[in-house]
């Protein structure tokens, strides 16, 4: 590909994203109110934000969203939670619904158990510290075993 085809690619990827990025960003936007308030968010809601991809002109690969923190996967079913933090939540809390975290979490999931999903980012916390908030929610969720 010629240096030309590739600005022009470039141009086009990067005009594509604005229009899909905004319009997407409006349908979603009580859900991502939700998420930066920390209320709790279905499975569903959940996914539908992963799914949304903040374009990286850098690297031109879409990226999640970055946020680092501490989230609380609540089984409503079973009243209980699991209290996980992590530099990229949304990365690892789509692990655990998927099969790759907790495996107690993916077998109640699986099973059929409802769960909730609460994210608290690091940066809208009183805390300067992701242990220091972690251990916080851990104090106030308890944890799944």
Do not use: C, W
């Not at 374009?55 to 939670?81: A, C, E, F, P």
């Not at 220091?132 to 969720?141: D, H, N, Q, R, S």
Request: glycine share 8%.
């Amino acid at each position: 590909m010629s240096f030309i085809n590739h600005l022009v690619n470039l141009g086009f990827d990067f005009a594509y994203g604005l229009a899909t990025s905004t319009s997407t960003i409006k349908s979603h936007e009580e859900t991502i109110k939700k998420l930066y308030s920390a209320e709790p968010l279905s499975i569903e809601e959940f996914e539908e934000l992963y799914d949304m991809r903040q374009y990286n002109m850098g690297s031109r690969q879409s990226d999640k969203k970055i946020l680092k923190g501490v989230y609380v996967l609540t089984n409503t079913t079973k009243d209980k939670s699991y209290v996980g933090k992590g530099d990229r939540v949304f990365q690892k809390v789509f692990r655990h619904i998927n099969g790759h975290g907790n495996s107690e979490v993916f077998s109640d999931l699986s099973n059929g158990d409802e769960f909730e999903i609460i994210v608290y980012t690091l940066s809208r916390s009183s805390f300067d510290d992701l242990d220091e908030l972690f251990k916080e929610a851990v104090g106030v969720f308890g944890s799944y075993f």
